[in-house]
């Protein structure tokens, strides 16, 4: 019973959280083990070049924005709010970051060496748009990276994954709310979105036992023109 009512309070806490403070919602949940691994795990194994500009869109409060940095990369962290920017702004003040929409980047054609979002194309409604900007704003040869909870994990992968994590109250309510609550997408079907950007060499890894999945594929040379 303590147990059950344990995880009603922390379920709660979580919702009220995004609901009226997400920026601190946002902070807490990227301390997690779990969730900083697995952020940490998709972006090293991209096995960027040291120094190279990557842009991350959708950012949030920043804490990835400043693994990239300490990794050796020159990062921008781009997200719509303003809380999250300057909530990211206040803690990482030597950091760059701007505030605008993911489908309207405020940069020029082939900016960036790389172009990262996590659990962000499974929630904008204009998917195609969204990978237009990633092309154009991203180098040719330059790649793409895109981080999203899985369609085919199902809730009894979730209890698995929660005993594996040994995770405290607080984090799997966190783990369950991230499984429940936004949408999900397969490699298969963002595969087909970024073949219709353009985009080629395209694989996908799994992580955390498959609840989410990565897609990362390449802009290829040769660009003569750019969808709007």
Not at 15 to 34: A, K, T, V
Not at 36 to 50: A, S, V
Not at 137 to 166: A, H, R
Request: hydrophobic share 40%; aromatic share 10%; net charge positive.
């Amino acid at each position: 019973m303590l147990k059950f009512l344990a995880r009603v309070y922390f379920q709660l806490q979580i919702l009220g959280l995004i609901f009226i403070n997400p920026s601190s919602f946002f902070d807490r949940i990227n301390q997690l083990n779990w969730y900083k691994r697995t952020h940490k795990q998709w972006f090293d194994e991209l096995n960027l070049k040291k120094e190279s500009n990557i842009l991350e869109i959708g950012c949030a409060t920043g804490t990835l924005t400043n693994y990239i940095a300490e990794s050796g990369f020159i990062p921008t962290g781009l997200d719509s709010s303003n809380k999250m920017i300057n909530f990211a702004k206040t803690k990482y003040s030597k950091l760059n970051f701007k505030v605008a929409s993911a489908l309207e980047l405020p940069f020029e054609n082939e900016t960036f060496d790389s172009v990262i979002a996590a659990s962000l194309l499974n929630i904008i409604p204009n998917k195609p748009l969204l990978l237009n900007e990633m092309f154009r704003t991203t180098k040719q040869g330059g790649n793409i990276s895109v981080l999203v909870p899985s369609k085919k994990f199902e809730d009894g992968d979730l209890l698995l994954l929660q005993q594996t994590e040994s995770t405290s109250d607080f984090s799997s309510a966190a783990m369950k709310a991230w499984h429940k609550k936004p949408p999900k997408m397969s490699a298969e079907e963002i595969s087909i979105l970024f073949e219709q950007a353009g985009f080629t060499e395209i694989r996908s890894k799994h992580y955390l036992h498959g609840m989410v999945i990565s897609v990362t594929a390449t802009k290829p040379t040769s660009i003569k023109s750019y969808s709007s």
